[in-house]
T-cell receptor, first 113, second 111 residues
């Protein structure tokens, strides 16, 4: 049973470009969470999704950021018109419906140049 | 109310010693308290977790102590080893199922 898969592991984007981060949850997991981690800092909640639904997006910046978790395929975190301040590690976690344990992927390290 | 406060920010322990990391929360609706271990360049890995109806849980060298009335919980690492050197995060699960993380403790265990 593969763990949570995130790709790409590293992503470099120029200012103004779009970044797309993908997360495939563990098999059977229908809940996905996205977190952002700045260097030497903690994990900041961004968004919580279930299949085809956004449950809680209270941590998402109001502009440029969006997330989806379609019926088929991975969850996508999309950042439009990236700025240098978006440079961070973005982690995805997944859990079973009603499950307490959340398992994290290895993260995508976004660098905006 | 949604915060989880973690201390210390960094911790240096000699090999064989006990590492203790503390967390406190305000929201009494939190119902699950995991600890995660993160090595540089890696994702957080679930280490051990506890529910509020239990005061202590032990798994190998790792123990969570939970004080419901004080709204505090702590991680104890017995016989700390250099391989335990990592960043440790406490977390709490809210009623809406999202995990709220503490700010992390960087542990260094010296031989």
């Amino acid at each position: 049973n593969a763990g949570v898969m995130q790709n790409p592991r590293h992503l470099v984007r120029r200012r103004g470009q779009e970044a797309r981060l993908r997360c495939s949850p563990m098999k059977g997991h229908s809940h996905v969470y996205w977190y952002r981690q700045l260097p030497e800092e903690g994990l900041k909640f961004m968004v919580y999704l279930q299949k085809e639904n956004i449950i809680d997006e209270s941590g998402m910046p109001k502009e440029r950021f969006s997330a989806e978790f379609p019926k088929e395929g991975p969850s996508i975190l999309r950042i439009q018109q990236v700025v240098r301040g978006d440079s961070a590690a973005y982690f995805c976690a997944s859990s079973l419906p009603g499950g307490a344990e959340a398992f994290f992927g290895q993260g995508t390290r976004l660098t905006v140049v | 109310q949604q915060q989880v406060k973690q201390s210390p920010q960094s911790l240096i322990v000699q090999k064989g010693g006990i590492s203790i990391i503390n967390c406190a929360y305000e929201n009494t609706a939190f119902d699950y308290f995991p600890w995660y271990q993160q090595f540089p360049g890696k994702g957080p890995a679930l280490l051990i977790a506890i529910r509020p109806d239990v005061s202590e849980k032990k798994e190998g060298r790792f123990t969570i102590s939970f004080n419901k009335s004080a709204k505090q919980f702590s991680l104890h690492i017995m016989d700390s080893q250099p391989g335990d050197s990592a960043t440790y995060f406490c977390a709490a699960r809210s009623a809406s199922d999202k995990l709220i993380f503490g700010t992390g403790t960087r542990l260094q265990v010296f031989p």
